[in-house]
């Protein structure tokens, strides 16, 4: 699987938009960008993912580039909550392996 | 929906006995399981991989003898840390795959603490 990038850390006034950048530049053909977040002593919570096209639920958006060597997971609108380390995970969806975690980014929203 | 249910949230147990954490996939099947380790300030580490009906796959360094790893369901999965001690303390993650592997659910974790 693809080897991911994250800065280690990132701080966001709380109400605007938190953007974290992934660089996935090995990424093959039939991968998908996966975005979890871990909050402290919990486990990791899904929050989205993506093949090509960008991608919006209720907790965030993904935009990945057009060449898919890099992605950005956005949260509209930073809340106290959204305070967590952010994964970015690439995996051959379908394969049923298992989800191998880097060192993710720190998020810190201040108040 | 894909709701994974870890017990317990935290135990703590003395050094030399041996602790039982269970993994329940509450309304789905879970033919997959797998079991993580974080020690603080650092990521998530894969130390098995379980699927029903068969024995564990184990992670280069991880005593299969010591970490014992039952599937024997498709909705439970459960880790045995057996002859426990201080360095084994730690927090165990368990995880399952649906949707024919398209989706990942973890449970809420175990804080394992070994006096």
């Known amino acids: 699987d693809a080897k991911t990038t994250q800065p280690p850390s990132m701080d966001c006034a709380e109400g605007r938009a938190a953007n974290l950048p992934c660089n996935h530049s090995t990424i093959s053909g039939n991968e998908y960008v996966y975005w979890y977040r871990q909050i402290h002593s919990q486990g990791p919570q899904y929050i989205i993912h993506g093949l090509k096209n960008n991608e919006t639920n209720e907790m965030a958006s993904l935009i990945i580039t057009e060449d898919r060597k890099s992605s950005t997971l956005i949260l509209p609108h930073a809340t106290l909550r959204d305070t967590a380390v952010y994964y970015c995970?690439?995996?051959?969806?379908?394969?049923?392996?298992?989800?191998?975690f880097g060192s993710g980014t720190q998020l810190t929203v201040l108040p | 929906g894909a709701v994974v249910s870890q017990h317990p949230s935290r135990v703590i147990c003395k050094s030399g006995t041996s602790v039982k954490i269970e993994c329940r996939s509450l309304d789905f099947q879970a033919t997959t399981m797998f079991w993580y380790r974080q020690f603080p300030k650092q990521s998530l580490m894969l130390m098995a991989t379980?699927?029903?009906?068969?024995?564990?796959t184990y992670e280069q360094g991880v005593e299969k003898d010591k970490f014992l790893i039952n599937h024997a369901s498709l909705t439970l999965s459960t880790l045995t840390v057996t002859s426990a001690h201080p360095e084994d303390s730690s927090f165990y993650i368990c995880?399952?795959?649906w949707g024919g592997g398209y989706g990942y659910t973890f449970g809420s974790g175990t804080r394992l603490t070994v006096v």
């Open positions: 379980s699927n029903e009906g068969s024995k564990a």
């Open positions: 995970i690439v995996l051959s969806s379908g394969s049923a392996r298992q989800l191998t």
């Open positions: 995880s399952a795959t």
